[in-house]
């Protein structure tokens, strides 16, 4: 190898080519990680739990046979704290929950390792993926928030630690982060993936999401999670026909560094001869959001239910989210239910001849300090819906700081989405 | 008391009430409940896993002041062994769980404990919720299955051992069970619950169910299971106005015995002056029946993941089913994901003006034997739809063993559906 010290900033796939060259060993990236990690980890913060390096390479070395023929190839991967681990405790960033060994895998989690992935560790989740941060500083800029709740998952996947890592959104917690801290969030379609093991927080709004550095990384790993025949397969990327374009303040309050992300990446869609259509409803993306807000308060209310015999160890946002879904009106929640399950379909019907739809990831880059995650305004009408989403990086504001900005595609053609975000991630990067 | 041997066959409210009127003490309606488990368990073999009387009994004393105030009282509820309990071992029906003991209460026992009610144990569940049964017997014949998979939850209650016990069904596995053992069941839309620490069989299908011997005691739970203020108050029962008959042959097989009981069901309706209209499509349900196995197998194959590591300790149905799952294409589910997704929707535009749907709850009654579990084609196409049901015992065939019929509702409107129902059971009773 020319450069040993740059295969932690390998993506998934890259660092398997380079296996299969023979440019370097699965070792050779597992240790680039791990120094990484250790020169970044107290800074950034990233991980709740992690193995020792002489624990990971014990665990690979045993079982090198296993490794060297399998897809990941025994490759490291994060885990967000909210999803369970066997062999690692699972504390979803809460005191109540110190120490908490789950007794399985979950779903997701199980299908890694029969792939050859190894779980690195625990990536940092705000309180039960709801308001209230951990630890995590945002590696492009350590004075601000890395976003949350899958805090600890962008910002790990951002830094270089790691090449992909798992979160879940219910509101903004993959598309947040992965745009404050400049990696890709994929969020499935609601329904898409197996939450077994995962814990819920609503129902009716929680997803399984992706942190990478690379669209192909979200495919590989999507492909693993839905336990395809051939997961290192790839479709070709596609350049979409036309794109609806989306500005913030369709949705809500936004800054002027996004308008002009989203302008930028609308001249770019255009120089290369995407049609393009505006977006023009004042109405129907605020009230999205509404119907967010009711469903989430109503339904974590009836989730968080064994937290509730220990309130003193909630902190004030959640406590004051679950009281207000206790308190909702059933009608309230209901009318929100029903608009949100039809909002997706609605919308597409449409704009039935749009591939897919631009819009800003966050409100702008991250904001400074530590005590909050972000606004997640821009996140919730299409996780309302149940649409899949994906954030990319590559544009930043004048300070160099990250803005990320997303398509949003149809439910469960999860495959077109990502073919297009392919494409576009090639033409962000060539721009 | 007069006769405290009859304690065991209260319902939840009736034995509230007695309490309350210093007709018995909850400690009276307990050891009811335990006089008849001891006498009728070695037959029936409902539970998986359950508290001695003295356990019991300590557990109540201990904390009595708690329980008298509270709106159970401490009376005992039954779980399916596919729902998680910190304090009992939760096996799914699977050599692969043997002792597995979690970590945390789900959230729907947690809301039970914290109403004062006592988990008195683990009721008896086919392997993973799927077909292969466990040890029970139905206990209106002995030689019968008690259907699957909430068999214990099913057993348990018809014959008198609790009031009510909690259930889950991806196809067919409360309304079955409580149809051929003669309890009330109860499916709530998809979505409904919480199903934090219920074991996850496929996301799109999964619902929370109850089952219990009156629809009253099924309002109540209900109430606490979306933590209700008042669980107790209770709304007037509704006498429909107009129900759209569903003839079993518009679904698939169905007994002589059935067909005659559907006959009765809509007499007695027309009798007391209800209007009625007959299901005449008959290609739209069995659609559905497809719909639902295709999304039942692709999913559940996603699901069992933990357990792939052990296929020599999965039934061979189980495998089966996983098999076809992964060998699926994914344009096939995504097709059923899509149908099923509309169908509800679909239905009742179609008759807008009907109040209910009266259907059957299973082909016909219990089958002998206790290699299977019975068909389950009845229930697919509502569970394909995620819409509400309840099954209602108070039918026989000519032998005297129950024949369940199922009334069927609109999405999320659970409290319509239920209403209604408590005036046909009282129709039912009177007839």
């Given at each position: 190898m020319n450069n040993p010290k740059a295969l932690n900033t390998l993506g998934l796939r890259q660092a398997l080519l380079a296996i299969d060259n023979g440019e370097c060993t699965a070792v050779d990236v597992i240790n680039a990680c791990f120094d990484r990690i250790e020169a970044r980890e107290p800074q950034v913060g990233a991980w709740q739990y992690?193995?020792?390096?002489?624990?990971?390479?014990?665990?690979?070395?045993?079982?090198?046979?296993?490794?060297?023929?399998?897809?990941?190839?025994?490759?490291?991967?994060?885990?967000?704290?909210?999803?369970?681990?066997?062999?690692?405790?699972?504390?979803m960033g809460s005191p109540i929950h110190k120490g908490r060994m789950p007794v399985d895998?979950?779903?997701?989690?199980?299908?890694?390792?029969?792939?050859?992935?190894?779980?690195?560790?625990?990536?940092?989740?705000?309180?039960?993926a709801y308001f209230k941060p951990g630890k995590t500083r945002n590696p492009a800029d350590l004075e601000r928030t890395p976003g949350g709740s899958s805090s600890g998952s962008a910002a790990a996947v951002a830094d270089a630690m790691v090449p992909l890592a798992l979160g879940s959104q219910t509101a903004a917690s993959v598309i947040r982060p992965a745009a404050y801290c400049g990696s890709v969030g994929y969020v499935g379609s609601r329904g898409e993936f197996s939450l077994r093991g995962g814990q819920p927080l609503a129902q009716s709004l929680d997803s399984l999401g992706l942190l990478s550095r690379s669209v192909e990384d979200i495919e590989l790993m999507r492909a693993i999670l839905l336990r395809q025949n051939d997961p290192l397969a790839q479709a070709d990327a596609v350049k979409p026909r036309k794109v609806l374009i989306c500005q913030g303040d369709k949705v809500g309050e936004t800054d002027p560094a996004m308008v002009e992300a989203i302008n930028q990446a609308?001249?770019?869609?255009?120089?290369?001869?995407?049609?393009?259509?505006?977006?023009?409803?004042?109405?129907?993306?605020?009230?999205?959001?509404?119907?967010?807000?009711?469903?989430?308060?109503?339904?974590?209310?009836?989730?968080?239910?064994v937290e509730s015999r220990q309130p003193e160890l909630l902190s004030e946002p959640l406590q004051d989210l679950i009281s207000s879904g206790l308190a909702m009106e059933r009608g309230l929640y209901l009318e929100s239910l029903n608009a949100a399950a039809v909002g997706g379909d609605n919308l597409w019907q449409r704009?039935?001849?749009?591939?897919?739809?631009?819009?800003?990831?966050?409100?702008?880059?991250?904001?400074?300090?530590?005590?909050?995650?972000?606004?997640?305004?821009?996140?919730?009408?299409?996780?309302?819906?149940?649409l899949p989403v994906i954030s990319l990086p590559g544009l930043v504001d004048e300070a160099g700081l990250p803005l990320g900005v997303q398509l949003v595609g149809r439910a469960h053609d999860d495959d077109s989405l990502l073919a297009l975000a392919r494409w576009f991630e090639g033409a962000l990067a060539s721009a």
């Open positions: 992690s193995l020792s390096r002489e624990v990971y390479l014990d665990q690979y070395l045993s079982n090198e046979a296993f490794y060297q023929q399998s897809p990941l190839k025994g490759l490291p991967v994060g885990i967000k704290d909210i999803i369970d681990t066997a062999d690692m405790p699972t504390e895998d979950a779903s997701c989690v199980a299908l890694i390792r029969a792939a050859g992935g190894i779980v690195l560790g625990k990536t940092v989740t705000t309180e039960f609308a001249a770019l869609l255009e120089g290369q001869g995407v049609e393009l259509v505006q977006f023009e409803d004042e109405e129907f993306l605020p009230q999205m959001v509404q119907h967010h807000i009711q469903i989430m308060g109503y339904e974590v209310a009836r989730n968080l239910v704009f039935g001849d749009v591939d897919a739809i631009l819009a800003p990831a966050a409100p702008g880059v991250a904001p400074l300090g530590h005590e909050k995650t972000g606004a997640p305004h821009m996140s919730r009408p299409w996780q309302a819906m149940g």
